[in-house]
C-alpha cells in the first residue's frame, strides 16, 4: 500500500436491517413470495411493522457497510460513504458504527427522507423475505462526492447496486483514481450482472483492482456454469479476483498465482451478510500483505461466523475469538 497507513472507505446504501421471526401464513396475509426482495416505501413497512406480533431486532446493514463493519470490527480505520435521513434510524445507524471506530465524516444527509431500512421476515426454515425502502440512500448524486472524501484513504470498497446510477459509480471511480485508491467492487446479484453488461466490463478494467462474484454473478458475467471460466474471464479485467462458491469455499487469482480455499463447514440459521463478511477477511489479509491462500481463509473464518447467527451482525462475545484466530 505504498507505505501509507491502511484506511478504507465503504461505499454504498446504509440500511437498517429490521430482523423479524414470522410464519409462513404471516407471509401469505401480507401476499409476500417466499425468499423474495421488494422494494417498497416507508408506509408499507410501517403497515407491516403494525400487524407484526414478533420482537423484532434492529442491525446496522447494506451489502458495503456490512464488509466495512466487519473491517472495523478488525481493527482496520475505516471510513463510510453513503446517504441517511436525519432520524432515530440514522442515529442508531451511526452510532453503532461509531462504537466500531469508524469515522462518520463522510456520511451525506438528505433531512427531507427516512433512512433507509430493510424488514427482513425470517420464516423456521431459515429462509428470508425481505421488503426494503432505500429512502436516503436512494439520493446519493455524484454532485456530494469529492475528494475530500477520499482524503487519507488507501482503499475504496464498493457495492454492485451503485451500477444502476451510472453517473454516481463513474464519479465514485474517477476520485477513487484520481487519489491513488486501490478498489474492490462486490458484483451484489446477478441481477446487477445483466443489468449492467454493458458498462461493467469497462468499469473492471479501468478502474477496479478486485472484484468479488459469488457463482450466480459469475455465470452471469461469463454465460457459463464453470466458476473457473468465471475466472479466468474477470482475471483478463482485474488483478485479483475472487469467485466465491459458498459451501464449496471459493476460487482465487491474483496477480498470476491461482488459490483454491475451502469453506468452514457450520450450521447455518441465516445466510444475511455471508458473502458481505467473506469479503471483510479476504479484504483485511489482502490489505495487510498476506498470502492469497490466508486472504481466503481469513474470508471464510468470517463467512462461517456470520452464518451461525440470525442478521449480518456477529456478536460482540465472537469477535475477540476472531480477532485471536486471524491476528496478523
Not at 400487524?51 to 447494506?62: N, Q
Not at 428470508?128 to 439520493?139: N, V
Not at 478494467?205 to 471460466?229: L, R
Request: aromatic fraction near 6%; charge should be neutral.
Amino acid at each position: 500500500m505504498s507505505g501509507k497507513k491502511i484506511k478504507v472507505l465503504g461505499v454504498g446504501s446504509p440500511i437498517l436491517d429490521i430482523l423479524v421471526n414470522v410464519d409462513d401464513a404471516f407471509l401469505s396475509s401480507i401476499k409476500a413470495p417466499k425468499g423474495g426482495m421488494e422494494l417498497t416505501d416507508s408506509v408499507s413497512i410501517e403497515k407491516i411493522l403494525d400487524s407484526l406480533k414478533g420482537k423484532t431486532l434492529l442491525a446496522p446493514g447494506g451489502s458495503s457497510a456490512n464488509t466495512i463493519f466487519g473491517l472495523a470490527q478488525l481493527g482496520l480505520p475505516t471510513a463510510f460513504l453513503g446517504k441517511t435521513g436525519n432520524d432515530s434510524q440514522a442515529a442508531l445507524y451511526k452510532g453503532s458504527y461509531e462504537k466500531m471506530g469508524g469515522d462518520l465524516s463522510r456520511f451525506k444527509l438528505n433531512a427531507n427522507v427516512s433512512t433507509g431500512r430493510c424488514l427482513s421476515m425470517i420464516t423456521p426454515d431459515s429462509e428470508r423475505t425481505m421488503r426494503t425502502d432505500l429512502g436516503a440512500a436512494a439520493t446519493l448524486v455524484p454532485e456530494d462526492v469529492g475528494d475530500a472524501d477520499f482524503k487519507g484513504i488507501t482503499h475504496v470498497h464498493a457495492e454492485g447496486y451503485l451500477l444502476f446510477n451510472e453517473k454516481l459509480t463513474r464519479s465514485i471511480l474517477e476520485h477513487a483514481k484520481k487519489n491513488s485508491c486501490t478498489v474492490s467492487l462486490d458484483l451484489s446479484s446477478f441481477g446487477v450482472v445483466n443489468a449492467c453488461k454493458n458498462i461493467l466490463s469497462e468499469l473492471l478494467e479501468k478502474y477496479v483492482d478486485i472484484v468479488f462474484a459469488n457463482e450466480d454473478e459469475a455465470k452471469a458475467f461469463c454465460g457459463n456454469d464453470d466458476p473457473e471460466k468465471a475466472l479466468d474471464a474477470l482475471s483478463c479485467l482485474c488483478s485479483t479476483v475472487a469467485v466465491k462458491l459458498g459451501k464449496n469455499g471459493a476460487l482465487l487469482r491474483s496477480f498470476g498465482k491461482t488459490a483454491r480455499v475451502q469453506a468452514e463447514i457450520v450450521k447455518a440459521v441465516d445466510t444475511t451478510g455471508a458473502g458481505d463478511l467473506w469479503q471483510a477477511g479476504f479484504l483485511y489479509g489482502f490489505l495487510n500483505g498476506r498470502t492469497l491462500s490466508d486472504c481466503g481463509k481469513l474470508g471464510s473464518i468470517l463467512g462461517a461466523e456470520v452464518v451461525q447467527v440470525v442478521g449480518a451482525a456477529i456478536p460482540e462475545s465472537r469477535w475477540q475469538e476472531i480477532r485471536k484466530r486471524i491476528a496478523v
